[in-house]
């Protein structure tokens, strides 16, 4: 099955520094990237779809200066968190559809990446 | 306004059935999804119904009915590791998924 990875799987960091959290699809290209955060016991917060070669779309509520999002080729999207504060701390998940043959509506998930901002 | 619902919670025991009920009410209607996640990770696909009716796969069926806005995941003969969250969402018009809370299912022995 359509494979996508995300990198780091957890990282620390100190209040104040930026966070670059990537998203690959290892085995299909896709146009359309997602990225969510969820809080403990929450589901999922869809923060902005990312599309390939344009602007990201931000959800009502997200601060685009502040999670900044590239979708620079069919197969890599990342998230950056900007001056990041322990309240940023979370559990941050991307997905992807394949835009080719593929597509079926599925969506594939990253592993996710939690951030702990100290 | 879009709206998933679903119970926060259920309790089954090993090698019984369970079933999770979820409906919606979406702008537009593309498809219904399952999926399952284990605390600390992401989701993981189970299902995907787009016509009405049941499909099985495996232990794991998934059931829609368009005209009502529902759906159930049926799990059976229960394992310990199906302890998780189960997750229900839709996707509208715009191909967008709206979620559902999630059903934390905790299976006892």
């Known amino acids: 099955g359509a494979v996508v990875s995300q990198h780091p799987s957890r990282v620390i960091c100190k209040s104040g520094t930026s966070v670059k959290i990537e998203c690959r699809s290892l085995?299909?290209?896709?146009?359309?990237m997602f990225w969510y955060r969820q809080f403990p016991k929450k589901s999922l917060m869809l923060m902005a779809t990312s599309n390939e070669g344009s602007k990201a779309t931000y959800e009502q509520g997200v601060e685009k200066d502040k999670f900044l999002i590239n979708h620079a080729s069919l197969t890599l999207s990342t998230l950056t968190v900007t001056s990041a504060h322990p309240e940023d701390s979370s559990f941050y998940i991307c997905?992807?559809?394949?835009?080719?043959?593929?597509?079926?509506?599925?969506?594939?998930f990253g592993e996710g990446s939690r951030l702990t901002v100290l | 306004g879009q709206n998933i619902d679903q119970p926060t919670e259920m309790t089954a025991t090993e090698g019984a059935i369970v079933q999770i009920n979820c409906t919606y009410q979406?702008?537009?209607?593309?498809?219904l999804f399952w999926y399952q996640q284990h605390a600390g990770e992401a989701p993981t696909f189970l299902s995907y119904?787009?016509l009405d009716g049941l499909e099985e796969k495996g232990r794991f069926s998934s059931f829609l009915s368009r005209s009502k806005g529902y759906s159930y995941l049926l799990l059976k003969e229960l394992q310990m590791k199906d302890s998780a969250s189960y997750l229900c969402a839709c996707m509208d018009s715009n191909y967008q998924l709206i979620w559902g809370a999630g059903t934390k299912l905790i299976i006892k022995p």
């Open positions: 085995d299909f290209q896709a146009t359309t």
């Open positions: 997905s992807a559809r394949d835009s080719g043959q593929g597509d079926t509506g599925e969506l594939f």
């Open positions: 979406t702008s537009g209607f593309n498809g």
């Open positions: 119904n787009v």
